[in-house]
């Protein structure tokens, strides 16, 4: 069974510029994360999806960074403009939940490690 | 406010001997810990897990011990092996909005000397 796929590996952009990441999450999930991981911290959790429904984006910075989930299967992620504080691992995650309380695995991506000069 | 702690940032221990990983959390409301393995340029994945209504769960070499009143966790790793290197990150998860939110410390390096 094939993993979640994220694409770029490794992005390097200018600050102002605008960039994307791909994700392609594990066949049948319905449930998917966007992360960010700064040097030396743990994932934080950007966006959830359930299906093509962002249940949570609380932790998204609205101004700059957009997300979208066409469909219910893949999904991107975008910063316009980027600042250097972007620069980390973005990290795409998905699970197949079916709404109860119980803790659900999550399958994370290998990340796209993001490098904002 | 850093939720989950994991106050060694680092961890060497021989092959063969106990690996003795810790994680703090501040917030008593949390419904289950995790544990994640992460090597070098892949993303974490799912080691271990526990409910806040027991205290040690095992898988294997791996064994997670949970102590509330101390709010406190620890992942046992016997006997070591040099695959185990890799960063460790506690991570503690709580149901919040209609899902379980994970909260993610900030991760254990362990090396396994052989």
């Known amino acids: 069974e094939a993993g979640v796929v994220q694409s770029p590996r490794y992005k390097i952009i200018e600050k102002k510029q605008p960039v994307a990441f791909w994700c392609n999450p594990i066949s049948g999930h319905n449930t998917l994360y966007w992360y960010r991981q700064n040097l030396g911290q743990g994932p934080e959790l950007l966006i959830r999806y359930e299906n093509e429904e962002a249940v949570d984006d609380s932790q998204l910075p609205k101004d700059r960074f957009s997300a979208e989930r066409l469909k219910g299967v893949d999904s991107t992620l975008k910063i316009q403009p980027a600042e250097l504080g972007d620069s980390a691992v973005y990290l795409c995650a998905s699970s197949f939940e079916t709404g109860s309380s119980s803790l659900y695995e999550q399958y994370f991506g290998p990340g796209t490690r993001l490098t904002v000069t | 406010d850093q939720q989950v702690k994991q106050n060694s940032p680092s961890l060497s221990v021989q092959e063969g001997r106990i690996s003795i990983l810790n994680c703090d959390y501040t917030n008593s409301m949390f419904d289950y810990f995790l544990w994640y393995k992460k090597y070098p340029a892949e993303g974490p994945t799912f080691l271990i897990s526990i409910s806040s209504i027991k205290d040690k769960n095992e898988d294997g070499r791996f064994t997670v011990f949970l102590n509330k009143s101390a709010k406190h966790l620890s992942l046992h790793i016997v006997p070591s092996q040099p695959g185990d290197s890799a960063v460790y990150f506690c991570?503690?998860?709580?149901?919040?909005?209609?899902?379980?939110?994970?909260?993610f410390g900030t991760g254990t390096k362990l090396q396994v000397i052989p």
């Open positions: 991570a503690a998860s709580r149901y919040s909005g209609g899902y379980q939110k994970v909260t």
